[in-house]
Every structure is written in structure tokens, then in C-alpha cells.
């Protein structure tokens, strides 16, 4: 009897193991991502390593700044240093925020230095051109073989991470062709804490700004530019190797330094045109840029109103032969009724109703 039970102990780890890989996904293999992230000779240290300056330079805030020429074509980003950051497709403002973007970005002599596809936080692909190297023409990269000493001949080094919607994993695709499977979920257990350190990921900002009241700001302070742009911004979190640390006495493991941050642009997008001064007719206007509360501007004849200091020069508002009220001139003969006196009109009609009534009773 004994044997049975030993048989029936043996076998059903088999039956759970058996049962584990089945399971899509769970058969998958990963690499040692605590490993691969604090190797500094990983390829993922050795592209920023080597891309380093080339074409942006590390470090929080010292990512080019820009402007674009307008809000209704996000395409071109103006750089204040020289250059642009050229989006394509061109963002849409109306789509704000957006979830993925891809630009190129030129220096100011319009050479290309390098590029990125960005679709998600930790999906993302980024390009820089770096000059032939030695190492570069000893490794048989094609593009280098012609290249001279003086290294004008470029290059570009791709890092690809890839992320599939709703998985954890993460595929690493370097320079060069090595490529590398993760569980980003593994990451947990690179250190007791501050994990979040050892994530490489990316971040996309993006506001399409405030709409500006028709009265400019007092002198003196930020400008209506300044209060109500829009913007977009990326950057990357590099994390660094070496960085976790174990405490001797506590035996636990702490990651003690931040990330490397890389900042790819950052453009200001114009604030959208004042109420009262875009061409449309908003809430408390009572037609197109005039009248309301709001704006200065009254409106001009056969316009739209509420009540006559809707009206400019005089004008009175009356329900013209339309049915609707309209700016009028004063003793207009195509006005019916003036809306200063809307309140008594209505008791009025009816007063005519009833006498039409008595009279059709005589």
C-alpha cells in the first residue's frame, strides 16, 4: 500500500510541472535582466556608451528646446540652439495627448544626427549617428568600410526595447544585432529596494494648452504665452550599471543611483487665440467674437444678441423677421420687438390673444 502512495506523491509534481508549461507564455525562457542591467559591458550600457553626446547630451533639463510656428501644423519644431525636430506623421493637436510619435532630429547644419520611435513606456526605439570608429570598421560594419580616419563618415546605432500591450515582457534589441528576452516583473528582485531605479523606460508629457482670456496679463509678469502654451516633451530613463549596492549589516540590496535621464526635445506649442479674438463664438459671447460679458467688442448689425448693450453705436436688439433677436439699428422698420422689453411683450400678445378672443365672441 505504502508503494501506491509514494507513486501517487512522486507523480503529481510531474503533473503540476507538465501542467505549468502548457500554459501559453509560461514556457517562455528569460535571461537574467538583474545581470544584463549592472554589466557595464552589456550592449545596452555599450549604446550609451557610445551614442553618448552625439546627438543628445544626458542629464535632466539639457534636452533641446523648441518652438513650433503654429498650432495648426505640428510637423516642425524650431530649436532655439539651431536645428529642428522633425515629426513624422506631424502630431495633431486635436488628438492631444498623443500616444506614440516618431521624429528625426537635425543639427543646424540640417544633417540628420539621429531619430526615435516612441509607442509606449517601454516601447521605443532610438537611432543616433556616430563616426566610424576603428572598433566599428574592425567589426565589418558595411557602412564604415570606405571610411577614413577622419571619422566624417557616420553611422547610425539603434537601441530597440519592445514591449507587447498587456505582457511584462521585454525584448532588447542592440547595436550590432544581439537581441535579449526579459520578464520586466524580475526586476523586483535585483534589489530589496528603490527597484523602480533599475527600470528603463520612457516618458512622454504633452498638454495642448490653455485657452487665454481677452484681457492680456498685468506687466510686469509671465506673458500670455508663457501661461497658456502647450508643450511636448520626451525623455528616457537610462538605468546605470553598478548601481545597486548591498549593505553589509543588513545583508539587503539598495539601488543607489538614479537613472541616467535623456531629455530628446522639449517644444512649446502657441497657446490657442484669446476668446473674443478666435474666430469662433464661444459660451458667453452672444455671436462671433462680440457681445456677452466678456469681451469689449459689441456687435454690429444683424448679429446675434441678448439684450441692446449687446448691440454697438446705438443699436437695439429685437426679434427681426427671422424670429430670432439681431442687432438692429435704431427705428429699424424690419424690428418686431425689442428685447428690453421681451418681459412685459409676452403679457402683452397675450392680453392681444384675449382681446382677439372677446372680439371674436362679439
Given at each position: 500500500m505504502?508503494?501506491?502512495?509514494?507513486?501517487?506523491a512522486a507523480v503529481a509534481p510531474i503533473l503540476a510541472v507538465t501542467a505549468a508549461v502548457t500554459v501559453p507564455g509560461c514556457g517562455e525562457e528569460f535571461e537574467n535582466i538583474c545581470e544584463f542591467l549592472d554589466d557595464s559591458s552589456s550592449c545596452y550600457h555599450a549604446f550609451q556608451t557610445e551614442t553618448d553626446a552625439q546627438c543628445w547630451t544626458k542629464g535632466e533639463g539639457e534636452g533641446p528646446i523648441g518652438n513650433f510656428a503654429s498650432r495648426d501644423k505640428l510637423d516642425v519644431c524650431f530649436l532655439k540652439?539651431?536645428?529642428?525636430?522633425v515629426f513624422d506623421p506631424p502630431l495633431d493637436i486635436a488628438a492631444f495627448p498623443p500616444t506614440s510619435v516618431s521624429f528625426k532630429r537635425l543639427n543646424a547644419q540640417a544633417e540628420e544626427c539621429g531619430s526615435v520611435a516612441f509607442s509606449g513606456e517601454f516601447s521605443y526605439s532610438v537611432t543616433a549617428q556616430v563616426p566610424c570608429s576603428q572598433n566599428l570598421?574592425?567589426?565589418?560594419v558595411e557602412e564604415c568600410e570606405d571610411a577614413g580616419a577622419d571619422g566624417t563618415v557616420k553611422v547610425g546605432r539603434t537601441l530597440t526595447l519592445t514591449t507587447p500591450e498587456g505582457r511584462s515582457t521585454l525584448d532588447v534589441s542592440c547595436a550590432g544585432g544581439k537581441s535579449h528576452h526579459f520578464n520586466r516583473v524580475d526586476i523586483q528582485e535585483c534589489a530589496d529596494t528603490r527597484q523602480d531605479r533599475l527600470q528603463p523606460r520612457a516618458v512622454l508629457e504633452a498638454s495642448a494648452g490653455n485657452q487665454p482670456p481677452p484681457q492680456p496679463p498685468p506687466d510686469g509678469g509671465p506673458t500670455m504665452t508663457e501661461l497658456y502654451e502647450g508643450s511636448v516633451k520626451l525623455?528616457?530613463?537610462y538605468p546605470r550599471s553598478g548601481a545597486t549596492v548591498e549593505n553589509k549589516e543588513t545583508k539587503k540590496k539598495d539601488?543607489?543611483?538614479?537613472?541616467?535621464?535623456?531629455?530628446?526635445?522639449?517644444?512649446?506649442?502657441?497657446p490657442p487665440a484669446p476668446l473674443c479674438l478666435n474666430g469662433?463664438?464661444?459660451?458667453?459671447?452672444?455671436?462671433?467674437?462680440?457681445?456677452?460679458?466678456?469681451?469689449?467688442?459689441?456687435c454690429a448689425e444683424g448679429q446675434s444678441c441678448a439684450q441692446d448693450s449687446d448691440c454697438?453705436?446705438?443699436?437695439?436688439?429685437?426679434?427681426?423677421?427671422?424670429?430670432?433677436?439681431?442687432?438692429q439699428a435704431s427705428g429699424s422698420s424690419s424690428s418686431t420687438t425689442s428685447s428690453s422689453t421681451s418681459s412685459t411683450t409676452g403679457g402683452g400678445a397675450g392680453g392681444g390673444g384675449a382681446g382677439a378672443g372677446g372680439s371674436g365672441g362679439a
Open positions: 505504502r508503494r501506491y502512495v509514494l507513486l501517487a540652439d539651431g536645428g529642428q525636430i570598421v574592425d567589426a565589418g525623455r528616457i530613463y539601488v543607489e543611483l538614479s537613472p541616467d535621464v535623456v531629455e530628446y526635445f522639449d517644444c512649446r506649442i502657441p469662433q463664438k464661444d459660451g458667453l459671447e452672444t455671436d462671433i467674437d462680440c457681445g456677452g460679458t466678456l469681451c469689449t467688442k459689441r454697438d453705436g446705438g443699436g437695439t436688439c429685437r426679434i427681426d423677421t427671422t424670429g430670432f433677436l439681431k442687432c
